[in-house]
């Protein structure tokens, strides 16, 4: 009999839980999307879990880019990469090349980005240090490199006194340094010191830095190029990874090289470059359609429009002095609340008054940082936040209270 693991049935029990509560694995009863509320079990809830920040995967442009693509080219061209694109490829990743300002190479996902990516750049006789939240994709990846025997280690999040001391250490044992990280993180939605990480490899040429930008992608930038590239535009030993299936409002990924060689060695040797199947016409379509809204001028007026809701709910929470985790300018917020059934009692209450939010348990975050979990997207009027802000104030005391009692 197949024994499962002690890792496999803590995730199982946990996501079991949420799912028991209606917390986890839902789907929508919506006949028709709006973007500002989902219908789950009959109840239509304000909607502050979408990551399509910009609220674009609505706009008129990309539904006809894609009933365009779709038109032209089918529902689908069944061939790697390796011997064919389909023709909207070309233009594509010319229009990303324009708007990130590198070398720019379009992937199926940014999961498989990863993973075509780090087993070509990281070889043999470099070393991997990881921050200790870079999102599990990029852990997924690096465990390709770490069978490799690649040496791999974690620092602290954004510790970067540890980050210099283990760099300088590092580097007289190996040939590259690669440090790993996220622009955006996912969960608490604070930004990486994108800048003083610029200033380290300045100092250690060595050192290189790969960034997972998945969820800085438009809302900030020029040409809405996101968090990372806004900060540090693309250089030597730096490479970014980015989404076009979140605020982008389309689908796929994308690896911003700083020159053509790099860009020319993941294309011809990543993996899912060669063996995963492509960006589907319908995708491509929405892309080009989506790409050609963050070169315009429009993309600034977008950009406004979100940071007025953001600056809105920061302020908000600030009023009411709830525990965020982290105040920046990024859409994502995360409020701590500790333990896991604390975490589950807001979340249905919320879901209780109209609003869907995230249960945020392990491992998307560390055992004892449980909380709830919500996002801010254009759909979302200042009325809506102000009422989600006043709710979780109002239920906060309640389920400390109901988690004293139930330990009593």
Same mark, same amino acid.
């Given at each position: 009999?197949?024994?499962?693991?002690?890792?496999?049935?803590?995730?199982?029990?946990?996501?079991?839980?949420?799912?028991?509560?209606?917390?986890?694995?839902?789907?929508?009863?919506?006949?028709?999307?709006?973007?500002?509320?989902?219908?789950?079990?009959?109840?239509?809830?304000?909607?502050?879990?979408?990551?399509?920040?910009?609220?674009?995967?609505?706009?008129?442009?990309?539904k006809?880019?894609?009933?365009?693509?779709?038109?032209?080219?089918?529902?689908?061209?069944?061939?790697?990469?390796?011997?064919?694109?389909?023709?909207?490829?070309?233009?594509?990743?010319?229009?990303?090349?324009?708007?990130?300002?590198?070398?720019?190479l379009?992937?199926?996902?940014?999961?498989?980005?990863?993973?075509?990516?780090?087993?070509?750049?990281?070889?043999?006789?470099?070393?991997?240090?990881?921050?200790?939240?870079v999102?599990?994709?990029?852990?997924?990846?690096?465990?390709?490199?770490?069978?490799?025997?690649?040496?791999?280690?974690?620092?602290?999040?954004g510790?970067?006194?540890?980050?210099?001391?283990?760099?300088?250490?590092?580097?007289?044992?190996?040939?590259?340094?690669?440090?790993?990280?996220?622009?955006?993180?996912s969960?608490?939605?604070?930004?990486?010191?994108?800048?003083?990480?610029?200033?380290?490899?300045?100092?250690?040429?060595?050192?290189?830095?790969?960034?997972?930008?998945?969820?800085?992608?438009?809302?900030?930038?020029?040409?809405?190029?996101?968090?990372?590239?806004?900060?540090?535009?693309?250089?030597?030993?730096?490479?970014?990874?980015?989404?076009?299936?979140?605020?982008? $409002? !389309?689908?796929?990924?994308?690896? %911003? #090289?700083p020159?053509?060689?790099? &860009?020319? *060695? /993941?294309?011809n040797?990543?993996?899912?470059?060669?063996?995963s199947?492509?960006?589907?016409?319908?995708?491509l379509?929405?892309?080009?359609?989506?790409?050609?809204?963050h070169?315009?001028?429009?993309?600034?007026?977008?950009?406004?429009?979100l940071?007025?809701?953001?600056?809105?709910?920061?302020?908000?929470?600030?009023?009411?002095?709830?525990?965020? $985790? !982290?105040?920046?300018?990024?859409? %994502? #917020?995360?409020?701590?609340?500790? &333990?896991? *059934? /604390?975490?589950?009692?807001?979340?249905?209450?919320?879901?209780?008054?109209?609003?869907?939010?995230?249960?945020?348990v392990?491992?998307?975050?560390?055992?004892?940082?449980?909380?709830?979990?919500?996002?801010?997207?254009?759909?979302?009027?200042?009325?809506?936040?102000?009422?989600?802000?006043?709710?979780?104030?109002?239920?906060?005391?309640?389920?400390?209270? !109901?988690?004293?009692?139930?330990?009593?």
């Amino acid at each position: 009999m197949k024994i499962k693991s002690s890792w496999t049935s803590t995730i199982d029990s946990i996501v079991n839980e949420g799912v028991s509560h209606g917390l986890a694995q839902c789907t929508t009863d919506d006949a028709f999307y709006n973007g500002r509320t989902v219908c789950l079990n009959g109840r239509h809830l304000l909607n502050f879990a979408l990551c399509s920040y910009l609220g674009l995967e609505l706009d008129s442009r990309l539904k006809q880019g894609t009933i365009d693509a779709v038109t032209r080219y089918g529902t689908q061209f069944a061939v790697s990469r390796g011997y064919l694109s389909a023709t909207p490829y070309t233009e594509l990743e010319a229009m990303l090349e324009e708007l990130f300002g590198g070398y720019a190479l379009a992937t199926p996902t940014t999961t498989l980005g990863h993973i075509a990516a780090l087993p070509v750049l990281i070889q043999e006789g470099d070393v991997i240090i990881l921050d200790q939240m870079v999102h599990n994709s990029v852990q997924t990846a690096v465990k390709l490199v770490q069978a490799q025997g690649v040496p791999v280690e974690t620092l602290l999040h954004g510790d970067l006194e540890m980050l210099e001391e283990r760099v300088s250490a590092l580097s007289k044992q190996y040939r590259h340094v690669w440090y790993l990280t996220d622009g955006v993180y996912s969960m608490f939605g604070d930004l990486a010191p994108v800048e003083e990480l610029g200033k380290l490899l300045k100092r250690y040429e060595q050192l290189h830095l790969y960034f997972d930008d998945a969820h800085g992608m438009s809302w900030t930038g020029k040409h809405g190029r996101g968090y990372v590239l806004d900060c540090l535009p693309i250089q030597e030993r730096m490479v970014v990874a980015t989404s076009m299936c979140k605020a982008f $409002a !389309a689908g796929g990924g994308a690896l %911003i #090289f700083p020159n053509a060689r790099m &860009h020319r *060695q /993941v294309k011809n040797c990543g993996g899912p470059m060669i063996f995963s199947g492509p960006i589907q016409p319908p995708m491509l379509g929405a892309a080009i359609a989506s790409a050609c809204i963050h070169l315009s001028p429009e993309i600034l007026q977008l950009q406004k429009e979100l940071q007025e809701r953001v600056s809105l709910c920061n302020r908000l929470l600030k009023e009411y002095d709830l525990p965020l $985790a !982290a105040s920046s300018k990024s859409p %994502i #917020f995360y409020i701590k609340l500790g &333990h896991p *059934q /604390v975490a589950a009692y807001m979340v249905e209450r919320l879901m209780n008054e109209g609003f869907y939010t995230n249960y945020a348990v392990y491992p998307a975050v560390s055992r004892r940082k449980s909380g709830v979990r919500f996002t801010v997207t254009r759909h979302l009027s200042a009325e809506d936040i102000h009422a989600l802000v006043e709710a979780i104030a109002c239920n906060l005391p309640l389920v400390q209270k !109901a988690r004293l009692r139930e330990k009593a």
